[in-house]
C-alpha cells in the first residue's frame, strides 16, 4: 500500500545486493553460497535500499526523534540480523576531510537546486534534501548453521553441541525486501505529515507547489 501511494506522487523504493560474504557480482556471490552451503556454514552481506523522487524537506531538524534520517535507522535496524546502517558515505566520511564529504549545492533554471555528488546519502541535519536517500545495511550470517557451534546444556552445565535445524545460508536478497518496505513504511508517513490530506488530489497539488515554491521565489527574489 505505502509502494502504490508513494508511486503515485513519483517516488519509488528500489533494491540491491551490495555484497555477499565480502564477494560483489553475481557470479562471486553464488560460489561463496555454494562453498557455504557445502561446509554446513552461512553468510551475511550488505544490501542497499534507494529511494528516488523525494521532495526536499522530509523529516526535522528540530526533534532528534523525528529526523528523517533516524526514522530509517530505526526502522532498517529492527529487521532480525540487521546489526548496522548507513547513509550515503556511511562510515567512510570518518576517514576524509570535509571537502571530500560535504556535497557542494548548484542551482539552474532547469533543475532548481541540485547537488553533483550525493555523499550524504539524499539526508541533511535530518532533512531530506532532494537527493535519492541511499541507505546501506550489513547483515549478519544466519545463526543456525548445520555444522552447530558449541554450546552449553542447560541443566548440567556441561559443554554439549548446539541444536541442529533446516537452514538457509544466506537470506540478504530476502532482506533486501524488507528493507524497502521498511523505508516505504517511513518515507509514506514523512509525506503525509509534510503533505498530508484527505484526497489525493489534495496531495499531489500541495507536492507540486512545494517542489515548485523554490523556482517561484527565485524568479519573485530577482
Known sequence: VC????????????????????????????AVIDTARKKGDTLGGIFEVRAKGIPAGLGTYAQYDRRLDGRLALALVSIPAVKGVEFG???Q??????????????YSKNKGFFHRTNNAGGI??????????????AMKPIATLMKP??????????????????????AVESAAVVGEAM???????????????????MIKSGLTAWRN??????????
Not at 566520511?93 to 548548484?106: E, F, L, N, Q, T
Open 213 to 222: 515554491g523554490s523556482k517561484k521565489l527565485l524568479a519573485k527574489d530577482g
Open 89 to 91: 558515505l556511511g562510515f
Open 149 to 170: 557451534l558449541a554450546s552449553v546444556n542447560m541443566r548440567t552445565g556441561r559443554p554439549a553441541g548446539a541444536a541442529t535445524e533446516r537452514s538457509d545460508v544466506c
Open 124 to 137: 541533511e541535519g535530518g532533512i531530506s534534501n532532494g537527493e535519492d536517500i541511499v541507505c546501506r545495511c
Open 183 to 201: 523505508v516505504s513504511l517511513v518515507l509514506c508517513e514523512a509525506v503525509l505529515e509534510r503533505f498530508g490530506q484527505d484526497r489525493m488530489s
Open 3 to 30: 509502494r502504490q501511494f508513494l508511486a503515485e506522487l513519483g517516488i519509488s523504493v528500489l533494491s540491491r545486493i551490495v555484497s555477499v560474504g565480502g564477494k560483489s557480482g553475481k557470479k562471486n556471490i553464488q
Open 93 to 106: 566520511v570518518a576517514d576524509r576531510p570535509g571537502s571530500k564529504v560535504h556535497d557542494p549545492i548548484y
